[in-house]
């Protein structure tokens, strides 16, 4: 016999409908005040992006069930160490003044946050196998046009990862959503000069500004993020799982018999 602590799903609550709504404008809001036309203009917005993301997402936050809390914290140091790997160390971008701003690691959580709360939506959940395929569509597209159109070489690099977490994974849309929720920022980013892509990665590849298959990097952290969420479930359960706010949900242990599933109960 073994014990399982498994949250229930509940509408999504106010919140919830708060972030998804918030998201494109928080992002417009600091890739603008970060973008070189502003920086032309004789204004340095950056520093308002470096106030606006961190408030952000304290304010998040409080909408997400304490698991989802911890692993939003935690993609804040843990992407902040991505971004030196992957800009600083293997130069595969450049953010217009060199070093890695305040503000993106924090971008980078309201991301993980917005994409876990969007694939939770009961909307998704109940239509689970027509989003997954119609996502899988636009991202086949996506990357065919840009290895084929453009030849993009790192983006054939990143489709092959990204086909083997989808096969591992079981194509699950939380990932698939990613994409698309980078790809925005990606476009958006790019267009107004907050960074830019090395169009020969490493020397050897060729690729657009911005690579389609970028949103991989990101897929990869997430991953990560979420195992460490799981390793801290299993060894602090009621850290995890404890009750923050209203929109916060008691898990329930459940005995069971070799098996990882459980039947759970509501909170009341």
């Not at 194509?171 to 925005?184: C, E, H, K, N």
């Amino acid at each position: 016999m073994s014990s399982s602590i498994v949250t229930v799903q509940r509408p999504a609550s106010r919140c919830h409908w708060l972030l998804i709504a918030g998201f494109v404008p928080i992002v417009l809001f600091a890739l603008g005040a970060d973008s070189r036309l502003l920086l032309a203009s004789g204004f340095d917005g950056q520093i308002l992006a470096n106030l606006a993301a961190p408030l952000y997402l304290l304010a998040a936050l409080r909408g997400l069930r304490r698991d989802q809390q911890l692993m939003a914290l935690v993609f804040v140091p843990f992407s902040a160490l991505g971004e030196y790997l992957f800009s600083l160390g293997f130069e595969l971008y450049t953010y217009k003044g060199g070093t890695i701003p305040f503000y993106v690691p924090f971008g980078h959580a309201i991301l993980f946050s917005t994409g876990l709360v969007i694939a939770e939506l009961p909307l998704v959940k109940h239509n689970e196998a027509r989003v997954r395929a119609g996502l899988l569509v636009v991202h086949a597209a996506l990357f065919a046009g840009a290895v084929v159109l453009l030849g993009d070489s790192l983006s054939a690099l990143f489709g092959a990862v990204f086909l083997l977490i989808l096969r591992r994974k079981g194509a699950q849309p939380f990932y698939l959503i990613m994409g698309m929720l980078v790809l925005y920022i990606e476009l958006l980013g790019t267009a107004l000069g907050c960074w830019v892509w090395e169009p020969v990665p490493f020397g050897v590849l060729r690729t657009t500004n911005p690579p389609v298959g970028a949103f991989v990097c990101y897929v990869i952290a997430d991953i990560l993020v979420i195992k460490i969420d799981r390793w801290v479930g299993r060894l602090h359960p009621a850290l995890l799982y404890g009750r923050l706010d209203k929109h916060a949900e008691r898990p329930v242990p459940v005995q069971q018999e070799g098996a990882e599933q459980a039947q759970v109960q509501p909170t009341p």
